[in-house]
């Protein structure tokens, strides 16, 4: 009888079993990784949720409320998301020292670790604004031309053409933005601190914002000079024609006193 002769492998047969080994190992991967990892993020979450719970009730229940319901000094914090908590405390505006027609400015006294969990827990209370990323605020490649015309229409009635600032009704003020950070501007035009309005997304799209920021760092940039000499502010014309009126016009009136005072003397004599 003859031998049946053994079946030979195919030489690609090897490959073949690798490729399929490699595919279900990636497939293994791909279950499982994204879950640790979501797991991973979501407890880190928790964490920063726990611990901005005890920041908050140290330095804030006291005016807006144990659970951010707020109270008769201090108004709710439910919705107003991580965007306005890293603003007013970003900006040394919250804790408030003492209450008034407005929360200025001062020295931050947290961390921006502490800041950001103090933020996760505010976010946890309802949803509202979110802290932009260093990608949404780079102004970098904006139209500052566009900007600036954004600006003029939206932003310069209280925070004049250049954005220093101007005086608003009882007691309220809109405050100077030179060397304010991208971030803060950013989220300010989100969350509308104080008694200016807010602009979402949906009413003024993030590469509009982007643009508005270029322009503000571009008019108080180091590089920016202003043709007429002294700026006054940037207030335009009429506070330049007030102080041309004041000093301009009382020189020229003590001037024709000497000269008067000089003739007098000279007839005399």
């Given at each position: 009888m003859k031998k049946l002769?053994?079946?030979?492998?195919?030489?690609?047969a090897a490959v073949v079993v690798l490729l399929l080994a490699l595919a279900a190992t990636g497939g293994l991967y791909a279950a499982f990784a994204p879950a640790g990892k979501a797991q991973a993020d979501e407890t880190a979450?928790?964490?920063?949720?726990?611990?901005?719970?005890?920041?908050?009730?140290?330095?804030?229940?006291?005016?807006?409320g144990t659970g951010g319901q707020g109270t008769t000094d201090g108004p709710s914090l439910v919705g107003v998301g991580s965007a306005a908590v890293d603003f007013q405390v970003g900006t040394g505006r919250m804790p408030a020292q003492q209450?008034?027609?407005?929360?200025?400015?001062?020295?931050v006294i947290y961390t921006q670790a502490e800041i950001?969990?103090?933020?996760?827990?505010?976010?946890?209370?309802?949803?509202?604004?979110?802290?932009?990323?260093?990608?949404?605020?780079?102004?970098?490649?904006?139209?500052?031309?566009?900007?600036?015309?954004?600006?003029?229409?939206n932003c310069a009635q209280c925070h004049n053409f250049t954005g220093k600032g101007g005086a608003l009704t009882k007691?309220?003020?809109?405050?100077?933005?030179?060397?304010?950070?991208?971030?803060?501007?950013?989220?300010?035009?989100?969350?509308?601190?104080?008694?200016?309005?807010?602009?979402p997304d949906t009413t003024?799209?993030?590469?509009?914002?982007?643009?508005?920021i270029a322009y503000i760092q571009t008019v108080n940039g180091s590089e920016s000079a202003s043709p007429g000499g002294l700026s006054l502010g940037g207030l335009g014309p009429v506070s330049e024609g007030l102080f041309a009126w004041i000093f301009g016009l009382g020189a020229l009136v003590a001037v024709a006193i000497w000269v008067a005072a000089h003739t007098a003397k000279a007839k005399k004599s």
């Open positions: 002769s053994a079946r030979r492998r195919h030489p690609l979450q928790s964490l920063a949720i726990d611990e901005g719970k005890k920041l908050y009730t140290v330095g804030c229940a006291s005016c807006h209450p008034g027609a407005q929360v200025p400015k001062k020295p950001d969990q103090l933020a996760a827990y505010v976010a946890s209370l309802g949803a509202g604004p979110i802290t932009p990323t260093d990608k949404q605020v780079d102004p970098a490649g904006a139209d500052v031309a566009k900007g600036g015309e954004l600006f003029r229409n007691g309220k003020y809109a405050p100077d933005l030179e060397g304010v950070s991208p971030k803060h501007i950013y989220e300010a035009m989100q969350t509308g601190p104080q008694s200016m309005p807010s602009f003024m799209p993030e590469q509009e914002k982007k643009d508005i």
